[in-house]
């Protein structure tokens, strides 16, 4: 939609699905943990096929501090502010994960070199919010950029919301009222029409940081509850606990703002749960996908989960699509009725479970053989499908193999050897299918200062899990 007093982003999702095709992707790329003495960067890749520089890095922007632990990032606003003509999308929010440092990167000046603009130091976000452990950053309509937290500067577990005034990039305080945090955090989405957020738990820092033990999960360290916010009073009303529901990550409302649901990713416990609103306006939670583990020799444990870590829905919320880590498989699901998905589509994009690996397979509810390795422009693919983005009209999948680097170093040792990739995935929007593109691969192994992991993926325009419709 042109329009001259029209803010960033697009008026409605469906309007977004129209959108120009991605040229460029944003990426982070960390070197925490991997033995390489260098900062966390931000790469810029050439997607555009018509390039010369097609799938090359062409751009590098290191932070100034080391092991930060770059991990998830978000824009200064976004399709949240559609109708405010003074708002443009020409920064980048990057909080580090473990260091709590936020940078602000500016993408507007020049879109193929992005520049550092600020740095916020953790100091000012423990004195002023007594948060820590940052990780999800969204822009809010009020022109402000919000970022969940994890855990209070001493690592304890602590799931509260940092604000930074959208212009200036000061810290404001929290969004929560003092004393209001939830005990565990990690991502968050909110829906003003229904006038609700709702957040997700990892663990306390102090439990993940260094590697994930099994003996955790026994004593009740991993999360397994949904906070349901009040959008307006900035307080929790309702906690919801997941049955079967264990670490819940990513969380997706659908896309059109009238709608009251939406789906969250449970990693350990391998499902995908829908949340939705009753006419009583509480929430409930409710599982409608499962992923069966595997009996396994060979591996840590006797039974290997899925490891659902990210989830995405189409523009048209249509289809979600969620990676499993660990067995290595890439699906797509219809959830037009999202009560009742249904499964369109399924790829092995490497994984735990490959043919020739150390893992051998007792016990499988889905496969009739383990898949084959896979192997990319010559490259055998370490790791499995982690991080996921769509394009705008739901046509091409970017995935990277990279979950956190203290687990990658555990999971994966290959990984952190090899560095992780990011392929690229055609998606069939009209039966549903999912097919690799082997003409696509970026091999962050063969990055200048040593091999690298790339994590999460953004496009310059905003793409659909980092824009809001309100």
Known sequence: ????????????????????????????????????EAPDYLATVDVDPKSPQYCQVIHRLPMPNLKDELHHFGWNTCSSCF???????????????????????????????????????????????????????????????????????????KGGFVLLDGETFEVKGTWERPGGAAPMGYDFWYQPRHNVMISTEWAAPNVFRDGFNPADVEAGLYGSHLHVWDWQRHEMVQTLPLK????????????????????????????????????????????????????????????MPGLVTDILLSLDDRFLYFSNWLHGDLRQYDVSDPQRPRLTGQIFLGGSIVKGGPVQVLEDQELKSQPEPLVVKG???????????????GKRIYVTTSLYSGWDKQFYPDLIREGSV?????????????????????????????????????????????????
Request: glycine share 10%.
């Open 1 to 36: 939609t042109k329009c001259g007093k029209c803010g960033p982003g697009y008026p409605t999702p469906l309007e977004a699905m129209k959108g120009p095709r991605e040229e460029i992707i944003y990426l982070l790329c960390i070197y925490r943990n991997t033995g390489t």
């Open 83 to 157: 109708g405010d003509s003074t708002k443009s999308r020409t920064k980048l929010v990057l909080p580090g994960l473990i260091s709590s440092h936020i940078y602000v990167v500016d993408v507007g000046s020049e879109p193929r070199a992005p520049k550092l603009h600020k740095v916020i130091e953790p100091k000012d976000i423990h004195t002023k919010c007594e948060l820590a452990y940052l990780h999800t950053s969204h822009c809010l309509a009020t022109g402000e950029v919000m970022i969940s937290s994890l855990g209070d500067r001493k690592g304890n577990s």
């Open 244 to 303: 079967d529901g264990l670490i819940p990550l990513e969380i997706r409302f659908l896309h059109n703002p009238d709608a009251a649901q939406g789906f969250v990713g449970c990693a350990l416990s391998s499902n995908i749960q829908r949340f939705y609103k009753n006419e009583g306006g509480t929430w409930s939670v409710e599982k409608v996908i499962q992923v069966p583990p595997k009996k396994v020799k060979g591996w840590m444990l006797p039974e």
């Open 379 to 393: 490259k055998r693919v370490a790791g499995g499908p982690q991080m996921i983005q769509l394009s705008l009209d």
């Open 422 to 470: 990011m392929l690229q995935i055609d998606v069939d929007t009209v039966k549903g299918g999912l097919k690799l593109n082997p003409n696509f691969l970026v091999d962050f192994g063969k990055e200048p200062l040593g091999p690298a992991l790339a994590h999460e993926l953004r496009y310059p325009g905003g793409d659909c899990s980092s824009d809001i419709w309100i």
